[in-house]
């Protein structure tokens, strides 16, 4: 080995190093030759080319690790990682910063070329990736110029969200027209947005209280009125039947065929007369008041939103009607609640679902449904009747059919002032008709004797034979049905009929929501049969079930 030299050695670890090798002594080590000693060799770093076009993508997403750090920066129990927190709570201070970093972002557009879909309950900006993001702002960019593109329903709630919290808005009035406009376009894309909307536009007249028109006005304008609840006095007392009750006709085809007035009387003819009965077998009964206990309970605007109690709110009353009132005292809102149980809500359901049961076999109603009275025995009314010897089935039957024979009985009324002109006028007619007597004509020729004349021939008689009907083929309407049901539509059905699962659970497996399964059968059913084949509990009316045991 020369004095002096330099080579690579593989070390055992992978990777390489220099040695280098000096024949003269080490400091300190006297004339030892041969002493190794590391020697870190330099290298040039090439500088990273960045195209324009990245330089602007980092600076997006740096201006969205700004809006995120407004999370970051308030770590709460909706952060933390605790076994122990108030859900309720960490749900507010989630929309605390979701109004923060909505109003970081207001002013914000995009003009993204690409689409990335996102599926979330309660959406917020902080879930979603770069992508996603860049996605919801071009978007949101063509909606406020009037273009309103079909997009993921996570996305729409979104911008509803920031609608609600009045994020990118100049005046609340303005908000409520923003989401006017956008819901009215929308929903004929995905009609479920509307079980949140017209909870969610009664509380923004509420919560803001510096809009143009009232409530009322408002929901006459554009239509809704039918959507609320009337003033009582009307049929108030029904809607809060409907509320009450575990069984809601007013989604029953029979109520939506044109029966809503004969129902709605028919059904307080029914109370009546259950409230007479009563109060005839118990002395001590002396009314029959279906009606839960009213107070004032807590109450949030926009349930069921990511919305932030953001506005200063005077105190104030808002009345819709004598059993809907909101109160708002040192800025804690109250609204009239109806304190129902269980029992309550059974009872009134089968009282409502008898009387349309009994109300569809008097009217020959397409379709029959039945209400079981089991559900009901343990309700304090029902005992007392029971113990009277008064079942409560009969009862309502018997109602319903006196209540119907009654208001479809012909009534015949006569007015004496017009009989005599009624008589004038029938001698005359008969004056006018009456023939003068002509004289006997005599024959010029003798008739026949009795014994001359010839008794007729009989005729055979042939009997009358009605000619045959052809028999009217079967248009098995539930073979029709069962091909126009999709594969995940027909499993829910199996599931339901077998009752060995959770549809719920099902629904959300296979990526529905349940509400939207449950419509879907019904209205596929309501083409081929005629009729909903699933109740409001999710369960198949007793007329079709052995024809889906036969056929699906």
């Not at 122990?84 to 910063?97: C, D, G, I, Y």
């Not at 959507?227 to 009450?244: A, E, N, S, W």
Request: with cysteine; net charge neutral.
């Amino acid at each position: 080995m020369p004095a002096r030299g330099r080579f690579w050695q593989k070390l055992s670890s992978g990777p390489f190093y220099v040695i280098d090798y000096d024949a003269n002594p080490a400091k300190g080590l006297g004339k030892i030759d041969g002493v190794g000693k590391f020697v870190l060799q330099p290298q040039k770093i090439q500088p990273r080319i960045i195209p324009s076009k990245s330089l602007e993508k980092d600076e997006l997403r740096e201006l969205f690790g700004s809006m995120r750090d407004i999370a970051r920066a308030k770590r709460t129990t909706y952060f933390g990682s605790t076994h122990f927190f108030n859900q309720t709570q960490a749900l507010r201070e989630k929309a605390s910063v979701f109004r923060k970093q909505g109003k970081f972002m207001k002013d914000f557009t995009d003009n993204y070329s690409e689409s990335t879909p996102l599926e979330s309950f309660f959406p917020d900006y902080q879930m979603m990736n770069y992508e996603q993001l860049r996605t919801y702002f071009t978007w949101r960019t063509q909606v406020r110029e009037g273009n309103f593109v079909d997009i993921s329903l996570s996305y729409a709630f979104l911008y509803i969200y920031e609608l609600l919290n009045n994020i990118g808005v100049a005046t609340p009035q303005d908000g409520l027209n923003r989401l006017m406009a956008f819901w009215k376009v929308y929903r004929v894309h995905h009609e479920s947005i509307d079980n949140t909307m017209f909870g969610w536009l009664r509380d923004y007249h509420v919560y803001y209280y510096t809009l143009k028109q009232p409530f009322k006005d408002f929901a006459k304008v554009n239509g809704l009125t039918d959507h609320y609840r009337k003033p009582t006095g009307t049929d108030g007392d029904f809607d809060l039947f409907c509320d009450i009750s575990n069984y809601d006709i007013r989604r029953s085809i029979f109520y939506s065929a044109g029966n809503q007035k004969l129902f709605q009387e028919c059904l307080c003819f029914v109370f009546e007369r259950i409230r007479q009965t009563l109060c005839s077998v118990d002395n001590d009964f002396d009314s029959f008041a279906p009606f839960p206990t009213m107070q004032m309970v807590p109450w949030h605007p926009f349930e069921g939103a990511l919305f932030c109690d953001w506005a200063r709110q005077p105190d104030r009353q808002v009345v819709f009607s004598e059993r809907e009132i909101y109160k708002c005292e040192n800025e804690k809102w109250t609204v009239s609640a109806i304190l129902k149980t269980e029992t309550e809500q059974r009872f009134i359901g089968y009282i409502m679902k008898q009387t349309e049961c009994v109300l569809r076999n008097i009217t020959k109603f397409k379709g029959k449904i039945s209400a079981d009275v089991s559900k009901t025995i343990d309700h304090e009314n029902v005992i007392t009747l029971y113990k009277a010897g008064v079942s409560i089935e009969k009862l309502i039957s018997n109602a319903v059919t006196e209540f119907y024979r009654e208001m479809t009985k012909t009534v015949v009324t006569i007015d004496p002032s017009a009989l005599s002109r009624i008589r004038q006028e029938s001698l005359a007619t008969q004056k006018k008709l009456t023939v003068p007597e002509q004289e006997e004509y005599a024959f010029p020729y003798p008739l026949p004797s009795a014994q001359s004349a010839m008794p007729p021939t009989p005729q055979k008689t042939v009997p009358y034979t009605a000619p045959a009907v052809p028999a009217t083929p079967n248009a098995a309407p539930f073979s029709t049905l069962k091909a126009a049901f999709s594969e995940t539509e027909l499993q829910a059905i199996r599931m339901i009929l077998r009752g060995d699962g959770d549809i719920k659970q099902f629904a959300d497996a296979n990526g529905v929501m349940l509400e939207v399964l449950i419509d879907g059968i019904n209205e596929k059913a309501m083409d081929a049969i005629g009729d909903n084949l699933l109740d409001e509990e999710f369960m198949i009316y007793d007329d079709y079930t052995a024809k889906l045991t036969e056929y699906i």
